[in-house]
């Protein structure tokens, strides 16, 4: 069986958007359809909400655990996008992608397979 890292690789491979292939990797766990995931995720992507959108969508995964275990949803949130800075050096979209004169930090798939990967190892931890 594969990673849900490699899953969300191969969706975003598959034309997913970051959000998309990240949150429906793991859809299952939030109790959606990869249709509902898809469509619940596409406001997300492409740094439409400043974050990245990959790290956006490992968000609404771990919101949902949160709730379902009763934990702090802050402390959640706050210990990912550290996980992805230490990665990254930050979860701002268009300073991971460049552009406008500045390096590119990370590819989009990149991104995607962070994300998913930090998200998969929280999980274990919860």
Do not use: W
């Amino acid at each position: 069986m594969e990673s849900r890292v490699e899953t969300a690789k191969k969706l975003h491979a598959g034309r997913y958007t970051c959000s998309q292939a990240v949150y429906c990797a793991f859809c299952d766990l939030v109790g959606m359809t990869e249709e509902q995931a898809k469509k619940a995720a596409a406001p997300y992507s492409g740094g439409a909400k400043i974050k990245c959108g990959a790290v956006m969508a490992a968000e609404l995964v771990l919101l949902a655990k949160a709730k379902e275990k009763d934990l702090n949803e802050e402390v959640l949130i706050e210990t990912l996008e550290n996980r992805f800075r230490e990665k990254n050096t930050t979860v701002v979209c268009r300073e991971l992608r460049g552009g406008k004169g500045q390096p590119r930090l990370r590819t989009c798939r990149g991104c995607v397979e962070d994300a998913s990967g930090i998200l998969e190892q929280m999980l274990e931890e919860l």
